[in-house]
């Protein structure tokens, strides 16, 4: 898939992992429309880029703003790719050190906004994708979902968490199945950590501890390195239906 020239739509493209894909996209000419709820940032990244890029606040777990989202960003060009970098955990065991069940609602929050809120902007940009002319290899376009380590190797109070990005790295393969008649492929990264806003509320001890159980390098990921890879997969064509994790070979402990 050539770049240049086509459309990215990246959601939680306002910070960390989504921003730093939006730049990178833009940087090799890609018209770009950051979808995010945050529009003080959005819009100072809007302003960053310049031409060809738009922000547009967007709920991802609403079918009608996800679809008012894809609509606006139609005279940018033609939809070719769809990255899935909106998401957010709360940590919460099965049941808490005083025997009470895991809430049920911070349950259902992450689930929706992660697991949910990924298909919904998958689901709907795969129909808009459909539609464009296909390239001599016949390939329309791809979607890049965005997992964590944390589906495979789930830590102590990371239930809800681990469930919601399990979910995104099961639904890979099947979705890219029921995509491949209309040439639209579809991968997910599972970083590790990474050095993205939500860390800078972390005290710098556990920042620290995470970078110390990586084998090399032994630091936390760059966001840049995460979209380094989402462009690697926008590039090969045979790239297609897996799981690539981005984690300096780290495993995580049960806590």
Known sequence: MQINGAVAFVTGGASGLGEAT?????AHGAAVAIIDKNAERGKQVEADL???VRYIETDVTSGESVQAALDAAADLGPLRIAVNCAGSGMAGRTI???GAPHDLSIYEWVIKLNLIGTFNVASRAAAVISQQAPNADGERGVIVNTASIAAFDGQIGQ?????SKGGIVGMTLPMARDLAVVGIRVMTIAPGSFETPIFGFVPQEMKDGLSSIVPFPNRMGIPDEFAQLVQHIAENPYLNGETIRIDGAVRFPPK
């Open 159 to 163: 239930v809800a968490y681990s469930s």
């Open 96 to 98: 808490g050190k005083d």
């Open 50 to 52: 310049g031409e060809r």
């Open 22 to 26: 939006a730049r990178r996209l833009h």
